[in-house]
């Protein structure tokens, strides 16, 4: 099976900016998460969807927003982007009754 | 609280020489733990869960719910394992990560 894919691999926006990222599952996962991977503040879980339905999130500012399609693909997006969105971000895809998740490459989004 | 520890930011040592990556957690409730490693240019990848107890290129990793420690552990390191290595609680749907540990194996 084809890994988990994640869309642009890199990103280059100014503050004041939005992005969105996206993000296609192992084929037969429903369940996805984000992260953010920073050198400072290292990994840290956004907010994970399943069946279209947002079931937990981190503990970042509404700012940081997803969803998921019918298709299982999800999408996430920053708004008013501050210079500390700088990050790795990373989808992870999950199959049904395990715990254990498969990462993406990452989107590498740098905000100046 | 839900929390990884990973006390070393760096682990350097000769190649042949025995490994121990330390991971502490807390969690109230029964946990599932991993390791995951991260090479070089390349994705977050899954090494270990602890349910699996299996050996994977030659790591292994005992949950101690005694001690709430997942270390990892391999006999003889080899130049290949320098990589970066996380420990992960899985919990709620997601996964808890520790700051992670740079494992640097010197030739």
């Known amino acids: 099976k084809a890994g988990v894919t994640q869309t642009p691999r890199y990103l280059i926006k100014t503050r004041g900016q939005q992005v969105t990222l996206s993000c296609s599952p192992i084929s037969g996962h429903r369940s996805v998460s984000w992260y953010q991977q920073t050198p400072g503040q290292g990994l840290q879980f956004l907010f994970e969807?399943?069946?279209?339905?947002?079931?937990n999130k981190g503990n970042f500012p509404g700012r940081f927003s997803g969803r998921q399609f019918s298709n299982s693909r999800s999408e996430m997006n920053v708004s008013t982007l501050e210079l500390g969105d700088s990050a790795l971000y990373l989808c992870?895809?999950?199959?049904?009754?395990?715990?254990?998740?498969?990462f993406g490459p990452g989107t590498r989004l740098t905000v100046l | 609280a839900q929390r990884v520890t990973q006390p070393e930011k760096l682990l350097s040592v000769f190649k042949g020489a025995p490994v121990e990556l330390k991971c502490n957690y807390s969690?109230?409730?029964?946990?599932?733990l991993f390791w995951y490693v991260q090479y070089s240019r390349q994705r977050l990848q899954l090494l270990l869960r602890?349910?699996s107890r299996e050996s994977i290129k030659g790591f292994t990793a005992d949950l101690n719910k005694g001690e709430t420690s997942f270390h990892l552990k391999k006999p003889f390191a080899q130049e290949e394992d320098s990589a970066m290595y996380y420990c992960a609680l899985g919990a709620t749907n997601k996964l808890i990560f520790g700051t992670g540990t740079l494992l640097a194996v010197q030739p």
């Open positions: 992870a895809s999950r199959p049904q009754g395990g715990n254990e998740q498969f």
């Open positions: 969807y399943f069946s279209e339905t947002q079931r």
């Open positions: 969690y109230s409730g029964s946990p599932e």
């Open positions: 602890h349910i």
